[in-house]
């Protein structure tokens, strides 16, 4: 491999460090502003690559139910101002040993991190983030570079770095990172926070306000559910398989089934975000909702809906008709039924008379849900989704 010389590689370094500090910046400024719901003003086109890829359970740290979430991209542009520094390092004291193995270091794991991500992308959500494919690219450049300035084998480096990661270099790298990740942090939560407690109280406030609100009558003869047929607290959802917000509120009110012994029943109603099945959608804003959808109607008829349900909403998001039904096939279906099923103008049919329903009653984006025929539009923290159970059980003992 060609060497180059410590000072080409330190203003290398430098350059590689701002494109990554500049992009994962971007990333994290857009984080921040979808986590306060402040659409307009998020870069992420809604439906695209980058935002399937910040609403993943991949792209941030969770820290709690009090605190905001820590974005892994607030993480990378940290990492990237180290590298700025490191690079810096390179330029004045090109005979540190440390500073090439720590960047070294740096560029392997940024790498072997990228490529988790990229797979995950790919595999599990079946779209790539394009800003993201810039940090990706900028962790290998830092690889590059790092391995074309090395002055010593690559078995030396590695019975060396070590001894790099805990001198006053990798220590004091180690300590700006913390700090930084500190601050970083404190300046993207304090917002968050402020929002969260008012959001919290103004939504306390709403679900036990809720009984009283006027009720709307939906039809959901036949469609799948979860709980008591005759539980006293109903809750009809319509949702789309490929949105995220939908496949959380699916995992919470699976547990409140459990947690509720009987008192709680929970319907799914289809209303896949796509124009390709759904005619009151301006365009295709989620690709795979329709299949999806068709999906869940095909386990259905075998009586397999709640086995399917939460992988569709989670790692089949992204499935093709091949990995639908070999799925199928393991939770036990009939593989060529649930194939015709998923042809069946039957089944489009069943999934539209759905969506008439939901815009009957008012339904325009999902999750949007019904409690004992009352409406409730956008997710809820599992807190409140209990609060609201408990309302109407203590009306219905009245």
């Not at 995950?120 to 079946?126: K, M, R």
């Not at 450049?141 to 990798?170: D, H, I």
């Not at 009984?211 to 809750?235: K, N």
């Not at 459990?258 to 989620?286: I, Y």
């Amino acid at each position: 491999m060609t060497k180059i010389k410590a000072k080409t590689a330190g203003i290398a370094f430098i350059l590689l460090g701002v494109i990554g500090v500049v992009d994962a910046g971007i990333l994290t400024y857009d984080h921040q502003k979808a986590s306060l719901g402040q659409a307009d003003a998020t870069v992420c086109e809604p439906g695209g690559g980058c935002a399937a890829v910040r609403s993943s359970p991949m792209s941030a740290v969770p820290l709690g139910r009090s605190r905001p979430a820590l974005p892994i991209a607030l993480l990378g542009m940290v990492c990237y101002l180290v590298v700025i520094g490191l690079g810096v390092m390179r330029l004045r004291r090109p005979d540190n040993e440390h500073a090439p193995r720590l960047l070294l270091a740096i560029g392997v794991l940024a790498t072997a991190y990228s490529a988790v991500l990229l797979w995950y992308s790919v595999a599990t959500l079946g779209k790539v983030c394009p800003y993201c494919v810039v940090l990706y690219m900028v962790g290998l450049g830092v690889l590059v570079v790092a391995a074309m300035s090395l002055s010593e084998s690559l078995g030396r480096w590695v019975k060396r770095v070590w001894r790099s990661a805990v001198s006053k270099t990798g220590l004091a790298a180690a300590l700006s990172f913390t700090a930084m990740s500190f601050a970083g942090y404190s300046v993207y939560a304090a917002p968050l926070q402020d929002m969260l407690q008012t959001a919290m109280g103004k939504l306390t406030a709403q679900a036990r306000e809720l009984p009283g609100q006027p009720e709307v009558s939906l039809d959901v003869t036949g469609r799948p559910f979860e709980g008591l047929q005759d539980a006293e607290v109903h809750i009809v959802k319509f949702a789309d398989y490929e949105c995220p917000h939908c496949g959380s509120m699916f995992t919470e009110l699976h547990r409140l089934v459990d947690a509720n012994r009987g008192a709680l029943r929970v319907t799914m109603m289809n209303f896949p975000l796509s124009s390709t099945c759904n005619p009151r959608m301006p365009r295709e804003f989620h690709k795979n909702a329709c299949l999806l959808a068709r999906a869940g109607e095909c386990a259905h008829r075998q009586g397999k809906w709640g086995d399917i349900a939460g992988w569709l909403y989670g790692d089949g998001r992204s499935a093709n008709k091949v990995a639908l039904r070999t799925e199928a096939e393991r939770l036990g279906m009939d593989g060529s039924a649930f194939s015709d099923c998923l042809e069946d103008p039957e089944t489009d049919a069943q999934i539209k008379r759905d969506i008439e329903v939901g815009v009957g009653a008012g339904v325009r984006a999902t999750p949007t849900f019904f409690v004992n025929g009352r409406k409730v539009e956008g997710g809820r923290p599992p807190e409140v989704l209990q609060i609201i159970i408990d309302g109407f059980l203590t009306k219905a003992t009245q």
